[in-house]
């Protein structure tokens, strides 16, 4: 199983950008995904997660200014990012769980991690 993530880059205050995170190999069943970010010295949060379903969860810090949509039939979640700052400069990481067969208990995995920087 790999989570293929892409989109991050340099991004000038109060712009947009687009990350996309592709699960891919031997997957049965994904239920949530969601992303994490990490900036320097900093631990890694959560920045906002989606179930199968559809219900979401985010951080405050980006509630109303990023978005979480979804794709089951690509195995694939986004991160919409608005009004971008300077502190949401880190890096991203996509993270899903998922189970590899019929009754197999649900195993999380990461994606490789993408920059976002935001600056002037």
């Known amino acids: 199983v790999q989570l293929q993530a892409s989109g991050g880059g340099l991004v000038q205050p109060g712009g947009s950008l687009r990350l996309s995170c592709a699960a891919s190999?031997?997957?049965?069943?994904?239920?949530?995904m969601g992303w994490y970010r990490q900036a320097p010295g900093k631990q890694r949060e959560l920045v906002a997660r989606?179930?199968?379903?559809?219900?979401?969860n985010s951080a405050d810090s980006v509630k109303g200014r990023f978005t979480i949509p979804r794709n089951n039939d690509q195995n694939t979640v986004y991160l919409e990012m608005n009004s971008l700052n300077s502190e949401d400069t880190a890096v991203y990481f996509c993270?899903?769980?998922?189970?590899?067969?019929?009754?197999?208990?649900?195993?999380?995995?990461w994606g490789q991690g993408t920059q976002v920087t935001v600056s002037s």
């Open positions: 993270n899903a769980d998922l189970s590899t067969g019929r009754g197999r208990q649900p195993t999380s995995y």
């Open positions: 989606i179930s199968r379903g559809g219900r979401t």
């Open positions: 190999g031997s997957i049965f069943s994904i239920y949530d």
